[in-house]
């Protein structure tokens, strides 16, 4: 809408406005209908984004908890150029994890910069790219992009002058909460004065310390827009969910019992596993259960189609490699993606050269391939944030499948001591949840009159 007023009042830079001559202006008015009928007027489904931004325009910090696939990317770049069109920021800086998903941005604010009232330049730190110090030298009129590694020495750099009419944004902002981001960037934002977080899910369930951290350094949720909230609006896709059930076998008792027996002897060697490193030891044998495998062969025999345009996530390379053996046995077209191997791999896959994709933790968070249609979760963490981030690969609308209905499969660990509590399997619970997600459908529209 700025875009446009700056247009209509011959305020748009390079571009000059003149009157419209009457003679042709009348001679256009000759073709003009007498009779003025109502047409119907489609919804706008996007109209969480106008929401999100004036939430973040009247708080000038916090979080946007917005369901992947839903526009939180495109919501931060219109942000940019708000505050760019009102002359409030001269500097901008974007940080993220993963070098796939800064390059999605480099690409996003390639696109975006020509929108904004007055020219800024990007410069990148992540990767092979090294250009922080030449943003330090001067950072006004500049958007750096950087890995939150590098992101600590160029916030130190920002006076408390520039810090006024600085925005940043850290996309995927539950990540920030981390040890190490909290030792290298504690207090280094305190004087930015617009700070904007993204994330799907940005609490970090069982690290109350992250969390509190990453309050203090962005901000509160400020607007919130969720799966359920993206599906009834058509902005995601519905799923069906599929729910294996399993049983542990013989081997994955021993392998717990192991976890048991290294926590009584660090017990007594005075060096005491915590509850939760417990946990995790455990969650780590479920998530690399042997017992699924012949499970999952039983199920792609009557539905090896899932494993069209599927990303399957596993806990470790070496459980990957016993998925892979399975997968071979009813399509040729896949590929592994483990961190560390190269991005024309992803590439390959979004091109549809590749159908399927054996990968760990690399595609949970960020990238957009629409054609996606299914997710396998041999691995789950307990909190849902992982769930989300994955499931959400497979939920974006795809232009040129219009009929598309994702699919979700899962595995459910039996477990007579899940209804009481077990900190170690959240299964049914994830079940429940997702078996009431998976219920929601796109609501009809309704049309209003013009």
């Given at each position: 809408?700025?875009?446009?007023?700056?247009?209509?009042?011959?305020?748009?830079?390079?571009?000059?406005?003149?009157?419209?001559?009457?003679?042709?202006?009348?001679?256009?008015?000759?073709?003009?209908?007498?009779?003025?009928?109502?047409?119907?007027?489609?919804?706008?489904?996007?109209?969480?984004?106008?929401?999100?931004?004036?939430?973040?325009?009247?708080?000038?910090?916090?979080?946007?908890?917005?369901?992947?696939?839903?526009?939180?990317?495109?919501?931060?770049?219109?942000?940019?150029?708000?505050?760019?069109?009102?002359?409030?920021?001269?500097?901008?800086?974007?940080?993220?994890?993963?070098?796939?998903?800064?390059?999605?941005?480099?690409?996003?604010?390639?696109?975006?910069?020509?929108?904004?009232?007055?020219?800024?330049?990007?410069?990148?730190?992540?990767?092979?790219?090294?250009?922080?110090?030449?943003?330090?030298?001067?950072?006004?009129?500049?958007?750096?992009?950087?890995?939150?590694?590098?992101?600590?020495?160029?916030?130190?750099?920002?006076?408390?002058?520039?810090?006024?009419?600085?925005?940043?944004?850290?996309?995927?902002?539950?990540?920030?909460?981390?040890?190490?981001?909290?030792?290298?960037?504690?207090?280094?934002?305190?004087?930015?004065?617009?700070?904007?977080?993204?994330?799907?899910?940005?609490?970090?369930?069982?690290?109350?310390?992250?969390?509190?951290?990453?309050?203090?350094?962005?901000?509160?949720?400020?607007?919130?827009?969720?799966?359920?909230?993206?599906?009834?609006?058509?902005?995601?896709?519905?799923?069906?969910?599929?729910?294996?059930?399993?049983?542990?076998?013989?081997?994955?008792?021993?392998?717990?019992?192991?976890?048991?027996?290294?926590?009584?002897?660090?017990?007594?060697?005075?060096?005491?596993?915590?509850?939760?490193?417990?946990?995790?030891?455990?969650?780590?044998?479920?998530?690399?259960?042997?017992?699924?495998?012949?499970?999952?062969?039983?199920?792609?025999?009557?539905?090896?189609?899932?494993?069209?345009?599927?990303?399957?996530?596993?806990?470790?390379?070496?459980?990957?490699?016993?998925?892979?053996?399975?997968?071979?046995?009813?399509?040729?077209?896949?590929?592994?993606?483990?961190?560390?191997?190269?991005?024309?791999?992803?590439?390959?896959?979004?091109?549809?050269?590749?159908?399927?994709?054996?990968?760990?933790?690399?595609?949970?968070?960020?990238?957009?391939?629409?054609?996606?249609?299914?997710?396998?979760?041999?691995s789950s963490a307990r909190a849902p944030l992982e769930t989300i981030q994955r499931m959400g690969?497979?939920?974006?609308?795809?232009?040129?499948?219009?009929?598309?209905?994702?699919?979700?499969?899962?595995?459910?660990?039996?477990?007579?001591?899940?209804?009481?509590?077990?900190?170690?399997?959240?299964?049914?619970?994830?079940?429940?949840?997702?078996?009431?997600?998976?219920?929601?459908?796109?609501?009809?529209?309704?049309?209003?009159?013009?």
């Amino acid at each position: 809408m700025d875009n446009f007023e700056r247009l209509w009042s011959n305020n748009t830079r390079g571009l000059s406005v003149v009157p419209f001559p009457d003679a042709a202006r009348n001679r256009l008015l000759q073709f003009r209908t007498t009779n003025i009928t109502q047409v119907a007027v489609p919804p706008n489904k996007w109209r969480h984004q106008d929401d999100a931004i004036e939430c973040f325009s009247r708080a000038e910090r916090g979080i946007l908890e917005m369901a992947t696939g839903t526009g939180k990317t495109r919501t931060a770049l219109r942000i940019c150029e708000l505050l760019v069109c009102r002359n409030d920021v001269d500097t901008i800086v974007v940080s993220a994890d993963g070098l796939d998903l800064l390059d999605q941005w480099h690409f996003h604010l390639l696109s975006a910069l020509p929108q904004f009232s007055s020219r800024f330049v990007i410069q990148r730190h992540y990767g092979t790219h090294y250009e922080r110090d030449r943003f330090m030298l001067d950072p006004r009129r500049r958007i750096l992009l950087a890995s939150r590694p590098a992101l600590a020495p160029a916030l130190r750099s920002i006076g408390a002058r520039n810090a006024h009419r600085t925005l940043l944004i850290h996309d995927e902002v539950h990540r920030l909460g981390s040890p190490a981001n909290r030792a290298s960037l504690a207090g280094l934002s305190d004087n930015i004065r617009f700070r904007l977080g993204l994330s799907a899910t940005p609490e970090r369930e069982y690290d109350q310390e992250g969390t509190e951290f990453v309050e203090r350094h962005v901000g509160p949720v400020i607007f919130q827009f969720g799966l359920a909230d993206a599906i009834r609006k058509g902005i995601l896709t519905p799923f069906t969910y599929s729910p294996i059930d399993y049983d542990l076998n013989e081997d994955d008792r021993r392998r717990l019992q192991d976890v048991y027996r290294r926590a009584e002897a660090r017990e007594r060697a005075g060096d005491p596993m915590s509850q939760e490193e417990i946990w995790i030891e455990l969650a780590r044998v479920h998530k690399t259960s042997m017992a699924k495998l012949p499970l999952f062969n039983e199920f792609l025999k009557h539905n090896s189609d899932i494993l069209e345009r599927c990303i399957i996530f596993v806990e470790t390379k070496e459980y990957g490699e016993e998925v892979l053996r399975i997968v071979h046995r009813y399509r040729h077209d896949f590929h592994t993606y483990y961190s560390g191997e190269d991005s024309e791999t992803l590439r390959r896959f979004a091109r549809g050269e590749i159908q399927c994709l054996i990968t760990c933790h690399r595609l949970s968070e960020g990238i957009d391939i629409k054609s996606i249609t299914s997710v396998v979760l041999f691995s789950s963490a307990r909190a849902p944030l992982e769930t989300i981030q994955r499931m959400g690969r497979c939920l974006r609308i795809d232009p040129d499948n219009p009929e598309k209905r994702a699919r979700v499969v899962d595995f459910i660990r039996n477990d007579p001591n899940a209804a009481n509590g077990d900190p170690t399997n959240a299964d049914s619970e994830r079940r429940a949840w997702l078996l009431e997600l998976s219920a929601v459908e796109p609501e009809e529209p309704e049309y209003g009159l013009r």
